[in-house]
């Protein structure tokens, strides 16, 4: 198991935005939270990134786990540096006034005492723009000029720089056009069928989510209501009745 969530419950203040959830994510996975506006899944992303106040919320009991280790006295530099785990965040926070590729490279710093640093950096760059040919042909101009899709295609290649195993996604298809949208998923799709990369996307679009992920966990007001595979999900009365428009 590669991420396992124990019981969390985390909290804003007094105001407790999640309410004991359990879940896991084994290694290779796609996995999917859904469920409605401020049903704590980014709260949930931003817990298990280790941000800190004011930002994400502060974890009041529970534990979670990565590759067995405990990760909540972690700073979030060394998830990324140590563990390997990144978070795409809800929308994007990419460097408008840098270019692509200095947006890109960025990505590169938090690798800097790696002694193939160069080498490797040089095969993220052609993974990044291989599985996004469009950041290739916009690498000299700046990002904040890039369209909406173009951007979100950034935020995750910018993940992917820093060489991680274990990505969050938070709504990586908000704001996005039906054409785009799929774009994207069929990229992270071959991320994951190509690089094993482990994927766990946050995502109101219940529908493309579930097309996408292995397994899907429903969020609603800060508690798990439903699991399982995608199928078994898609298919439950309920899930179809609040979220699948049946």
């Known amino acids: 198991m590669m991420l396992e969530v124990k019981d969390l419950k985390v909290s804003y203040g007094n105001i407790e935005a999640l309410h004991g959830i359990s ?87 938090g690798r800097k005492n790696c002694p193939d640093r160069d080498s490797r950096s040089a095969e993220l760059y052609d993974l990044v723009y291989d599985l996004f040919p469009r950041l290739y042909e916009r690498r000299k101009q700046r990002s904040e000029l890039l369209s909406g899709g173009e951007q979100q295609m950034l935020a995750v290649g910018r993940a992917l720089m820093t060489d991680c195993s274990f990505i969050m996604l938070d709504e990586p298809s908000m704001g996005l056009a039906p054409k785009l949208m799929f774009e994207m998923f069929r990229a992270l799709k071959r991320l994951n069928y190509t690089e094993k990369m482990t994927i766990l996307v946050v995502e109101q679009n219940a529908k493309v989510a579930l097309e996408f992920a292995s397994r899907a966990y429903v969020l609603a007001t800060g508690e798990i209501i439903a699991s399982g595979t995608s199928e078994e999900i898609a298919s439950n009365p309920d899930v179809k009745k609040a979220y699948l428009g049946g």
């Open 23 to 109: 879940f896991n994510v084994d290694k290779g996975e796609i996995v999917t939270l859904i469920g409605a506006n401020g049903a704590g899944k980014t709260s949930t992303l931003m817990s298990l990134a280790r941000l800190g106040r004011p930002e994400a919320p502060v974890v009041k009991s529970g534990d979670i786990l990565f590759e067995g280790n405990s990760i909540l006295k972690t700073e979030p530099y060394a998830l990324i540096q140590k563990r390997m785990m990144c978070l795409v965040p809800e929308g994007r926070h990419i460097f408008g006034n840098l270019t692509v590729e200095e947006n890109l490279q960025m990505a590169t710093y």
